[in-house]
C-alpha cells in the first residue's frame, strides 16, 4: 500500500491541480491556468507529468464550460507542450525572450483589467498564447525546487511562483460551496500557512492579505479577511521555527482576534469558523518534505553571546554540532501574551468619552450635514462664505439641542432656522440621521471596547497559566496517604434523562480533585456547558496551574465561547492527601457541609456570581484541616435551594448530622431522595450530591 501510494501521489497532485487551477479565469474570459501547468509538469516531469497534469485541466475546463471548455483547454495545453518540447527546459535567470514576453503580457494584459472582456477570439487566444509560457515560467522553479531539493538560496521565484499558484487556486474554488464549508477560503488557510513556513512571517503575512482582498474582489468572503489571513500569516511565520502545530495555533488565534470585532460576520453561518479548521487542520497533515526547506532550517539561530553552547549527547555518545537544526530558539510565551493583552485591552479614556460630544467629533458632524443639506442649496455661498463661522456655530447648537431633547422636529425651529434657512424641513431630517449615527457609532464603540477587554483578560489569564505550568514540579517519594470514599447521586429533571450537574472525582498524584458545576438550565444544554467547564478544568489542573488561575481563565474562556449569556457554578475541592490540608473553592455554587464526629455540621456558601457572567469574578477560599472519619458533601442548587423554604440549610445539615456513619453512597441517594421529595410543584432544577469521606493512610508511590 505505501509503494502504491508513493507511485500515485505525484500524478494524483498534478491531476488535482490541474483540474482546480482550470476553472479559474482571468478578466472574466481568459482561462490560461490549466495549460500552463500542463507545460510546466512537462518541463518537470516530461510527457508522463503532462499527461496527468492534461487530463486533470481537461476535466476542470469541462466542469467550468463544458465539453467546449474542456476542448479548448486540452487544444492549447498540446500546443503549449510542442512549444515547450522545442524551446526546452526554461531558465529563470539570463533569458532575454522571457523578460519580452513578460512585458508584452503585461502592456497586452492591463487594458483588459479596466476594459472588462478580451475584445474578440483573435485577440483572447492571442493574449492567452502569451500568458501560457510566462505562467509556466514563473511556476516550473517551484516544481524543479521540490523535485530537485537544491540548497535553496534563491526562494523568490518559488514565493513568488506559490503566491500567483495560491490566488489561481482560490479562485478555482470560489465557485464550490458545500453545506456552509466554503473550501476557497479553506485552501487560502492552507496557502497561507505554506507561505509562512517556506518564506517567513512577511511572505505570510503577504499571501494572507492578497488572498483575502482577492476573495473580496471576487466577490467572495469580506475584506476583514485580508486583515484576519495578514495577521495569521505573520503569526504562523513567526512560530514555525517552533513546530506545526506551534504554527496552526497562532495562526488560528491570529485570524480569529480581528473577526472578534465583527462576530455577525462569522457566528450565524460558522463557515469560516469552519474554513479556519479545515485549512489548519490540511496544513497539520500535509507530508513532511514538503515543509522541510522551511525558511528557518536554512539559517542557523544566533548563539547569545558570552555563553558558551552546549553540546546534546545523542544516543551512541556521538555529539552534536552546536547551531544544529534541532536547536530551537528559546521564547518568554508568558511575557508575549502579557504583551498581546496590553495591546489589545482598551484605552482607559476615550478622545468623545462621556456624554457630552467633543469638538473633533461635534465639528465632523457639522461637516457631514453641511455637505448632505447645503451643498447644492442656493444660499450655501451666502451662509458658508461670508457667515461660516456663524451658520456652524448656529448649526452645532442644533445638534446639542436634538441630542438633549431626543428628536427634533420643525416646531422646534426657531431664529435663523425659520427665517434664513431655504430647506428648515431637510436640515431637521440631516440633525437627527447625524444624532441617531452617533449614538450608534459610540454603541458600537462600546461593544468594541468590551470585545476587547474580554480578548485582553483571556490573553492574561493564559500568559499567568503559562508561567505556572513552566515552573518546576518537585519529585514526590512514596509515603502514606489518606484514603477515601466517593459517593455520588444524581437525579435530572422529572421527564428528561441528561441531568445539567457534571462532575468529577480525580487523584492528581498525592492530591484528590473533587469539583461539582451546574449549568444554565436543565437539560442536554446545560449538561454540555457544565462538562465543558468540568474538562478545561481538569486539563488545566493537570497541567500544574494554580487553581485560582484556572478558574479566572475558565471564566473568560466561558465568556468568550458563547454569543449569547452562558454560565456555570463551579464548587471544586482539593485535598492534600499527605497532611490532610484542602482548599475549597467556590464561585456561584450552592453551600457545602463540612462533617466531624462530635462537632456541629459546619457550613461554606459565600454568596458569589457564577463563571461566564463578569470579567473579573471573585474567588472564595476556605482552608481546612481534614483527618480521617471527616465527610465532606458538595450539593447543587436543586438540593439545596426550595422556593418558599428559609429553613433549607437547617434540613440538609440535619440530614447530615443523623446519617453519620453510612456509606458515602448510601448517604448521598438518601440526600437526593429526601430533596426530591421537598421539590415543590413545578420545580425544573437538576438534583446531585457527592459525598466524600476520607479513611486511615494507605501506601501510595509515584508511578
Not at 29 to 53: D, E, I
Not at 82 to 99: C, D, I, N, T, V
Not at 445 to 474: C, D, I, N, T, Y
Request: glycine fraction near 12%.
Amino acid at each position: 500500500m505505501e509503494a502504491f501510494y508513493e507511485r500515485a501521489k505525484v500524478p494524483g497532485i498534478l491531476f488535482l491541480l490541474g483540474a482546480v487551477l482550470a476553472r479559474a479565469s482571468l478578466f472574466g474570459t481568459l482561462h490560461p491556468f490549466g495549460a500552463a501547468w500542463t507545460l510546466a509538469s512537462f518541463w518537470k516531469g516530461g510527457w508522463p507529468f503532462a499527461l496527468w497534469s492534461l487530463g486533470g485541466a481537461t476535466l476542470g475546463a469541462f466542469s467550468r464550460g463544458g465539453w467546449a471548455g474542456g476542448l479548448e483547454t486540452a487544444l492549447l495545453a498540446l500546443a503549449a507542450v510542442l512549444y515547450g518540447e522545442a524551446r526546452g527546459k526554461p531558465s529563470w535567470q539570463g533569458a532575454p525572450w522571457f523578460l519580452a514576453l513578460l512585458v508584452t503580457g503585461t502592456l497586452v494584459g492591463l487594458p483588459f483589467a479596466f476594459w472588462g472582456d478580451v475584445p474578440g477570439p483573435w485577440m483572447q487566444a492571442a493574449v492567452q498564447a502569451l500568458l501560457i509560457p510566462l505562467l509556466a515560467f514563473l511556476w516550473y522553479p517551484a516544481l524543479a525546487f521540490y523535485g530537485d531539493k537544491p540548497s535553496g538560496e534563491d526562494r523568490l521565484p518559488v514565493m513568488v511562483a506559490l503566491v500567483v499558484g495560491a490566488m489561481v487556486l482560490v479562485g478555482g474554488l470560489g465557485r464550490a460551496d458545500a453545506a456552509g464549508f466554503q473550501p476557497a477560503e479553506g485552501a487560502a488557510v492552507t496557502l497561507t500557512l505554506l507561505a509562512a513556513t517556506l518564506g517567513g512571517p512577511l511572505w505570510g503575512a503577504s499571501t494572507g492579505l492578497l488572498l483575502g482582498v482577492g476573495s473580496y474582489l471576487f466577490g467572495q468572503g469580506s475584506g476583514l479577511l485580508g486583515t484576519a489571513w495578514a495577521l495569521g500569516g505573520l503569526l504562523a511565520g513567526l512560530f514555525v521555527g517552533w513546530g506545526r502545530f506551534p504554527a496552526a495555533l497562532a495562526f488560528f488565534l491570529g485570524a480569529l482576534l480581528p473577526l472578534l470585532a465583527a462576530p455577525a460576520f462569522w457566528v450565524p453561518g460558522g463557515g469560516i469558523v469552519l474554513s479556519l479548521w479545515a485549512g489548519t487542520g490540511l496544513f497539520l497533515v500535509l507530508p513532511p518534505g514538503l515543509l522541510a526547506v522551511g525558511w528557518w532550517k536554512r539559517r542557523p539561530w544566533p548563539q547569545p553571546q558570552g555563553r558558551a553552547v552546549a553540546l546534546r549527547v545523542l544516543p551512541g555518545g556521538r555529539k552534536e554540532a552546536p547551531g544544529s537544526p534541532s536547536d530551537k530558539p528559546s521564547l518568554d510565551y508568558p511575557a508575549f501574551f502579557r504583551e498581546m493583552a496590553a495591546a489589545f485591552s482598551p484605552p482607559l479614556s476615550s478622545s468623545d468619552g462621556g456624554e457630552e460630544l467633543s469638538p473633533p467629533v461635534l465639528g465632523g458632524m457639522v461637516n457631514h450635514i453641511r455637505g448632505e443639506v447645503c451643498r447644492h442649496c442656493p444660499s450655501h455661498g451666502a451662509c458658508w462664505r461670508s457667515q461660516g463661522a456663524q451658520t456652524a456655530h448656529l448649526l452645532q447648537e442644533l445638534i446639542l439641542q436634538a441630542r438633549r431633547q431626543g428628536r427634533l422636529s420643525r416646531s422646534h425651529l426657531k431664529g435663523f432656522w425659520v427665517t434664513g434657512c431655504l430647506r428648515p424641513g431637510e436640515m431637521v431630517v440631516a440633525v437627527n440621521m447625524a444624532v441617531e449615527l452617533q449614538k450608534m457609532r459610540r454603541k458600537l464603540q462600546g461593544e468594541l471596547a468590551f470585545v476587547r477587554s474580554l480578548v485582553a483578560s483571556h490573553w492574561q489569564s493564559l500568559a499567568r497559566a503559562l508561567a505556572e505550568m513552566e515552573k518546576p514540579r518537585p519529585p514526590v517519594a512514596a509515603e502514606h496517604l489518606l484514603h477515601y470514599q466517593v459517593g455520588v447521586a444524581r437525579r435530572a429533571k422529572p421527564g428528561r434523562w441528561v441531568s445539567g450537574d457534571s462532575y468529577l472525582v480525580k487523584e492528581m498524584g498525592p492530591h484528590l480533585l473533587v469539583a461539582l458545576s451546574d449549568g444554565m438550565g436543565v437539560g442536554e444544554g446545560a449538561s454540555r456547558q457544565s462538562q465543558k467547564a468540568v474538562r478545561l478544568l481538569e486539563k488545566l489542573l493537570d497541567a500544574g496551574v494554580e487553581c485560582e488561575t484556572a478558574v479566572q481563565f475558565l471564566n473568560t474562556f466561558l465568556l468568550l465561547s458563547s454569543p449569547d449569556e452562558s454560565f456555570a457554578t463551579l464548587d471544586l475541592l482539593l485535598v492534600d492527601r499527605r497532611q490532610g490540608r484542602a482548599r475549597w473553592m467556590k464561585v456561584g455554587a450552592a453551600p457545602g457541609y463540612w462533617v466531624r464526629r462530635g462537632q456541629p455540621v459546619a457550613v461554606f456558601g459565600p454568596p458569589a456570581p457564577p463563571l461566564g457572567i463578569l470579567e473579573e469574578i471573585p474567588v472564595e477560599v476556605r482552608e481546612l484541616q481534614l483527618h480521617p472519619g471527616d465527610w465532606v458533601v458538595l450539593v447543587s442548587d436543586g438540593v439545596w435551594e426550595r422556593e418558599g423554604d428559609d429553613g433549607a440549610e437547617d434540613w440538609v445539615a440535619g440530614f447530615l448530622a443523623t446519617g453519620h456513619g453510612r456509606p458515602p453512597a448510601y448517604l448521598a441517594e438518601g440526600l437526593v431522595e429526601a430533596a426530591a421529595r421537598r421539590r415543590p410543584q413545578g420545580s425544573d432544577d437538576d438534583l446531585t450530591a457527592l459525598v466524600v469521606r476520607l479513611m486511615p493512610r494507605r501506601l501510595w508511590a509515584q508511578a
